[in-house]
């Protein structure tokens, strides 16, 4: 994912910056020189770039701060914050609530994924129990309706639409009182998908929203648009009050830099991210976890509700104190792998740890990821306490990973990898000594 190079393209500048034995005026410059030109290339907007950068120079200002203060830290600090309040426009958008009719209208370019993502939305909130209807009000694309009348009824959503009224403001309406005599409390209006050169279509849609009278409207934007996002999502702002914005086919090429501009142009938060065709491939969006898992820090909130869920209770406190004193040992790795295994679907979680994700686990490699745990733990198995508990590198020397491989059954090379594997993640999670992990996730208190 080409997301996933801008994240990579930002942890490695802060890494060349870690790296540097002094971090000085011209350090600093080349890791905001390499930030910037890793934002552009991933198409946000020039402007954005160029505040986000001022605004890390001004809070960062070295002349001020005293040897004693880890700029690193700070720096990256900085970024983290500057990034988030990129995606962050300071205000939550409306939330519906059970029980209470709430009116949403999806609006977006044509194609942009709306219809798929309108089913996708009113099944998400079927599942945790509320009443969703689909109206659709998109008479402008042929097989518009049979398309959401195909998605509606896989997922048992009742729908609303017409073959032969061409008035989309009339469907619309009629929809929604439909819905909210049938106590439905959350009415989905699909509307025509357009853009911003079409002034009828847009005139179409003031029409349809002054009928519907929506309590948010979502702008659904194709998340590998790229630089167009800014205006045309600022296009449907004039129009329509756009409270909250999805991105979809965040699977594909989406250079995620449009999901940025478009934040900023609409002044609303992103809710949600399409990740696939299929109606249950679609997830919450949160900027903190979400910016983490850019620069690589791993996704705490993701990974600690699963640490609450897989870990016993009576564990968890002792793992975590056993990384904030930076001891990852061989016998952590072998919990961590066996929790990992008991965890369910590997991608989902994977990507949240810490440096367990690209490189261990690459996505769509599940069953060989799966496989290679295995293996690693098997060799695992033939190791002593002593072995396990170190935290000396120097302790695995040859006679002690020949008797492995052979008590393994395994070859030499493959012990030497799983060792190798073992030092990239306590080299990751050695960053965490003397972190205290936040709840929440929260990596702006670090
Ligand atoms: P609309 O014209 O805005 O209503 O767009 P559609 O809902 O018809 O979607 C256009 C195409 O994008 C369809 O082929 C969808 O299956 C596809 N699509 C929608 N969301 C996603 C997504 O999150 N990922 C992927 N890969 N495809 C998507």
Aim: proline letters at 4%; aromatic letters at 6%; charged letters at 25%.
């Amino acid at each position: 994912m080409v997301l996933g190079q801008l994240g990579g393209s930002i942890s490695r500048a802060l890494q060349q910056m870690s790296n540097a034995t002094i971090i000085d005026e011209k350090v600093l410059n080349d890791c905001l020189n390499e930030i910037t030109r890793a934002l552009l290339q991933a198409d946000v907007q020039f402007k954005l770039v160029r505040d986000m950068q001022t605004n890390i120079k001004k809070i960062v200002n070295l002349d001020d701060l005293a040897a004693g203060h880890n700029k690193r830290r700070i720096i990256q600090q900085a970024i983290f914050n500057e990034l988030c309040k990129m995606l962050d426009p300071g205000k939550p958008s409306f939330t519906p609530k059970k029980g209470k009719t709430s009116i949403v209208m999806f609006v977006g370019l044509q194609g942009s994924g709306k219809t798929t993502t309108c089913t996708k939305y009113a099944y998400y909130h079927q599942k945790k129990g509320w009443k969703p209807a689909l109206v659709c009000a998109d008479t402008f694309r042929a097989g518009a309706f049979d398309q959401l009348k195909q998605n509606a009824t896989k997922a048992k959503i009742p729908f609303y639409g017409s073959y032969m009224e061409s008035d989309p403001v009339k469907i619309a309406a009629e929809g929604v009182e439909r819905f909210k005599k049938e106590n439905c409390d959350l009415i989905i209006v699909d509307t025509s998908g357009r853009h911003k050169q079409e002034a009828a279509l847009f005139e179409e849609m003031r029409q349809v929203s002054e009928a519907t009278k929506p309590d948010l409207v979502i702008f659904v934007m194709d998340g590998s648009i790229g630089q167009a996002a800014f205006d045309q999502a600022q296009a449907f702002k004039k129009i329509v009050s756009v409270g909250a914005v999805i991105v979809t086919k965040m699977d594909g090429h989406a250079k995620g830099g449009g999901a940025l501009s478009a934040v900023a142009a609409t002044k609303s938060p992103v809710i949600f991210l399409g990740t696939g065709e299929h109606m249950d491939e679609f997830e919450v969006f949160d900027v903190k976890p979400f910016v983490s898992r850019l620069l690589g820090m791993g996704d705490w909130s993701g990974f600690m509700d699963k640490i609450h869920e897989v870990v016993p209770m009576d564990q968890q406190p002792e793992l975590m104190q056993k990384l904030s004193e930076g001891h990852f040992t061989l016998r952590i790795m072998y919990e961590q792998f066996q929790n990992i295994l008991k965890m369910g679907p590997m991608g989902q979680v994977l990507s949240m740890l810490p440096g367990f994700s690209a490189e261990l686990m690459p996505k769509g490699h599940e069953k060989e990821s799966q496989a290679k745990v295995k293996r690693y733990m098997t060799m695992m198995d033939s190791m002593t306490n002593e072995e396990l508990d170190s935290t000396n590198p120097k302790l695995m020397n040859e006679s002690r990973i020949m008797r492995i491989a052979r008590g393994s059954g395994r070859q030499v090379r493959d012990v030497m990898e799983m060792l190798e594997e073992y030092k990239r993640l306590a080299k990751i999670w050695g960053k965490m000594k003397g972190l205290k992990i936040p709840k929440g996730g929260d990596m702006s208190a670090l």
